[in-house]
């Protein structure tokens, strides 16, 4: 579908000297679920595909414990390239992919978009997020031409580093799979 990939991208300098391949989001064109990371990782940016790591599986053990599938849901990142070091993406490079993940909301038309982290969740609320304690919050931001639900959720990897955060990891996963039910877009109204 037009708009879901970027083939050819020379914006950023430093993310096209240290990319291997550019990193487009997987999953349904049509998806109730887009799941937004910061940006590839090493493993990521060697496969072309987002969160296949060990991050990646804590999230597909989520996502089936929730009653879903990884083939069930879109998965992408705000930034497509990856940053060297795993640093995280600049605000500058944040705001050059912004318009592709714009387009990506936009064509996918998610019933919510689950935010995977610190940086995704600020970068599409416009403000600080306090991901450990916003985790599951529900919030509408303007996105892809329309408002939209986001639910903020921490990022997979904070289970690997910190236990704790497993369960709530798990918990956002499975209120975002709530969404699913009824097509999702029907309960617009309900959060």
Same mark, same amino acid.
């Given at each position: 579908?037009?708009?879901?990939?970027?083939?050819?991208?020379?914006?950023?300098? %430093?993310?096209?000297?240290?990319?291997?391949?550019?990193?487009?989001?997987?999953?349904?064109?049509?998806?109730?679920?887009?799941?937004?990371?910061?940006?590839?990782?090493? #493993?990521?940016?060697?496969?072309?595909?987002?969160?296949?790591?060990?991050?990646?599986?804590?999230?597909?053990?989520?996502?089936?414990?929730?009653?879903?599938?990884?083939?069930?849901?879109?998965? #992408?990142?705000?930034?497509r390239c990856r940053p060297p070091d795993?640093?995280?993406?600049?605000?500058?490079?944040? +705001?050059?992919?912004?318009?592709?993940?714009?387009?990506?909301?936009?064509?996918?038309?998610?019933?919510?978009?689950? #935010?995977?982290?610190?940086?995704? +969740?600020?970068?599409?609320?416009?403000?600080?997020?306090?991901?450990?304690?916003?985790?599951?919050?529900?919030?509408?931001?303007?996105?892809?031409? %329309?408002?939209?639900?986001?639910?903020?959720?921490?990022?997979?990897?904070?289970?690997?580093?910190?236990?704790?955060?497993? %369960?709530?990891?798990?918990?956002?996963?499975?209120?975002?799979?709530?969404?699913?039910?009824?097509?999702?877009?029907?309960?617009?109204?309900?959060?």
């Amino acid at each position: 579908m037009a708009g879901l990939e970027v083939t050819a991208c020379e914006r950023c300098e %430093e993310l096209v000297d240290s990319r291997n391949r550019i990193v487009n989001g997987v999953g349904p064109a049509d998806a109730d679920l887009l799941f937004v990371g910061e940006a590839p990782g090493a #493993t990521e940016d060697e496969e072309g595909e987002p969160f296949v790591g060990r991050s990646g599986d804590v999230l597909d053990d989520a996502l089936r414990d929730a009653g879903l599938d990884r083939s069930d849901v879109r998965i #992408t990142n705000c930034v497509r390239c990856r940053p060297p070091d795993n640093r995280d993406p600049t605000e500058a490079e944040l +705001a050059s992919c912004r318009g592709y993940l714009e387009t990506e909301i936009d064509r996918v038309n998610p019933a919510v978009v689950v #935010t995977l982290g610190k940086v995704p +969740a600020e970068h599409l609320l416009g403000r600080s997020v306090a991901v450990t304690n916003e985790a599951g919050d529900v919030t509408e931001a303007g996105l892809g031409g %329309e408002p939209r639900r986001v639910l903020v959720c921490v990022h997979p990897a904070a289970s690997l580093y910190d236990p704790s955060q497993r %369960e709530t990891f798990e918990r956002t996963v499975r209120k975002a799979a709530d969404f699913t039910d009824d097509g999702g877009q029907s309960r617009l109204g309900d959060f």
